[in-house]
DNA sequence: CCACCAATAT
DNA sequence: AATATTGGTG
């Protein structure tokens, strides 16, 4: 028969020798349509009546790959039989009739597709589609072995199937079909080259990929995967791949997928303390993403003349407020002096995360603690989206508003995550009045260290929230300090604060401002930010204090 | 080899 | 815009 594995060398041209059955009732039409199958060196063989054909399908049902069956006005039945004859053999009808009801009863009982004569070329050529679809799509187990041969060779051409296939399939690198048309066989190469969509193999977000067939199905269970990590309680370290054809070609060993692919993160529940909680199902996520990157890998070889291997994507990770959250706890845990990427690596405990990653996350950590991006820091403050806070004027006080994040929250030994790190100082009175080193208040908005839910809270003693029933305050005339702000829109907690929240917040924040104003010997509130030498001492001079004392409480002010 | 940093690439 | 990478330095 057709297909035997020797055979499947012959489908290097695919669809060449692809055998199709014509039952043509028209000797002219039928000769016509013969010889251009031929051309495009299709296998044809032509029945004039349509008892020929069925006894032919019925004593060899797998000789056929296709049948195109023509449809008259006075061989309706005849074919129609055919039609239910040939349930396996996808069929084409061709036929002088333009009648709708004709052709929806073709389809209906089973025809693949309905063509009016005269047959272009471009149809005719294209008729393998049919016998692929079929390869692919038959319902459920039910693939002719005629088709067989052909799914397993187009799979591997697809580089979709299991290894065994791709073994035994020395498959077609140049998907080229010969013909008489060179165009548009070239056209055909590239459509075939485009079912791996290498080069956005992985969107973030939703966005589909653009596919088909199989393919897709394969692409699509990593993206619904996606989906539903981004809506489930676990949040994961995002990671986008990008795919490049040319470079990192030979790295897609299964030993490496875990180092880099999936990088996860647990972050369900009581994620206070836990750099090491449940990582199973993380690690089942991380299987799936791996095994459909493979595919996807695979995939992508198709248009890689040069060989099988792939590219493979480098990882990026998304630093998601819970992942910086351990990197900060491990940082301070660490201590500023031991905190190098490696060791901040072993404390995170996530999978998957290089040294690099953390040491560039690091870096960059640093540059913000030391304020290295100094213009942020006022223009920052009309960045903010929120039109509510438009209208403040400058020196107001801005809150930043906690997220209300897990109330669960269980805190860290050093309960918070600040932005410049001193504040993991044990005994943090007075020291925060001087940030040493660190002359400005926080830049805000950017970074998710700026808003972590601990932050907040009370570290010291000092109410976040004073007591509903204080009269508000008139706003300070230069208040020196400032809150950090939080971004309330930020995208890492999802949740927009309404306008009442915001204005009860700001309430709050000046109760609060006038209170750390008013006895400057009380710690501050967690969230304040000390001011800086210069506008510490640009007030103290506008209000006629020209010398200061060039000590205070051990650490120098200026020089 | 590692850490750090700045510059640059993606 | 956020990360990764790179290249130089210690």
Not at 49 to 61: F, T, V
Not at 482 to 504: T, V, W
Request: overall charge negative; proline content about 9%.
């Amino acid at each position: 028969m057709v297909c035997t594995a020797s055979d499947l060398q012959g489908w290097k041209d695919f669809p060449k020798g692809l055998r199709v059955l014509l039952l043509d009732g028209d000797s002219s039409s039928s000769a016509e349509i013969r010889t251009k199958l031929e051309e495009m060196e299709y296998v044809v063989v032509t029945y004039c009546n349509e008892n020929d054909a069925l006894s032919a399908i019925s004593s060899k049902p797998d000789t056929f790959h296709v049948a195109i069956v023509e449809v008259t006005t006075s061989s309706h039945d005849g074919n129609f039989k055919f039609l239910e004859a040939a349930k396996d053999l996808p069929t084409i009808m061709i036929s002088n009739i333009h009648c709708l009801s004709t052709m929806m009863k073709c389809i209906a009982l089973g025809a693949i597709e309905f063509l009016q004569k005269p047959l272009s070329e471009d149809k005719l050529r294209n008729i393998w589609q049919h016998v692929v679809h079929k390869a692919f799509n038959a319902g459920g187990s039910a693939v002719p072995s005629s088709l067989k041969p052909i799914k397993e060779s187009v799979a591997s051409i697809l580089h979709l199937e299991s290894e065994n296939s791709e073994n035994d399939n020395p498959v077609p690198k140049e998907l080229e079909i010969s013909s008489s048309d060179d165009d548009n066989d070239r056209e055909l190469l590239e459509g075939s080259d485009k079912y791996p969509a290498p080069s956005t193999p992985q969107q973030k977000h939703g966005m589909r990929l653009v596919d088909d067939g199989d393919c897709q199905d394969q692409l699509n269970c990593l993206l619904e995967k996606e989906c539903a990590e981004q809506d489930g309680e676990s949040k994961s370290v995002e990671t986008t791949c990008i795919n490049s054809l040319g470079e990192g070609i030979s790295q897609v060993e299964n030993t490496q997928l875990p180092d880099k692919e999936g990088i996860k993160e647990e972050e369900n529940s009581a994620d206070g303390c836990g750099a090491a909680s449940n990582d199973d199902h993380e690690i089942h996520d991380q299987d799936i993403i791996s095994s459909s990157e493979e595919n996807k890998s695979k995939a992508c070889g198709l248009g890689n003349s040069s060989g099988t291997k792939v590219s493979r994507k480098k990882m990026k990770v998304d630093w998601t407020p819970e992942l910086h959250r351990k990197f900060v706890q491990a940082v301070e845990q660490l201590g500023v002096n031991q905190a190098i990427p490696s060791r901040i690596l072993e404390l995170m405990k996530v999978e998957g995360l290089t040294r690099h990653n953390v040491a560039s996350h690091l870096q960059k950590y640093r540059m913000h603690k030391r304020h290295i991006l100094p213009k942020q820091d006022d223009s920052s403050w009309s960045h903010s989206k929120d039109p509510m806070r438009k209208n403040c004027y400058p020196q107001r006080p801005v809150m930043a508003f906690p997220p209300p994040y897990h109330s669960n929250h269980v805190m860290p030994v050093a309960p918070i995550y600040p932005p410049w790190g001193h504040m993991a100082c044990p005994s943090p009175s007075v020291q925060m009045w001087v940030s040493p080193g660190y002359p400005s208040w926080q830049p805000q908005e950017i970074w998710p260290w700026k808003s972590y839910p601990g932050m907040y809270a009370d570290a010291w003693g000092c109410p976040v929230t004073p007591p509903p029933h204080s009269p508000l305050p008139s706003h300070p005339p230069q208040p020196i300090f400032r809150f950090e702000n939080a971004d309330a829109h930020d995208k890492s907690y999802g949740i927009a604060f309404n306008p009442m929240e915001l204005q009860l917040a700001d309430e709050e924040i000046d109760k609060v401002v006038i209170e750390a104003i008013s006895k400057p010997w009380l710690p501050l509130p967690l969230g304040l930010k000390p001011p800086s030498t210069e506008s510490v001492l640009s007030e103290l001079s506008r209000q006629g204090i020209s010398t200061v004392p060039s000590q205070i409480n051990g650490s120098k002010l200026l020089q």
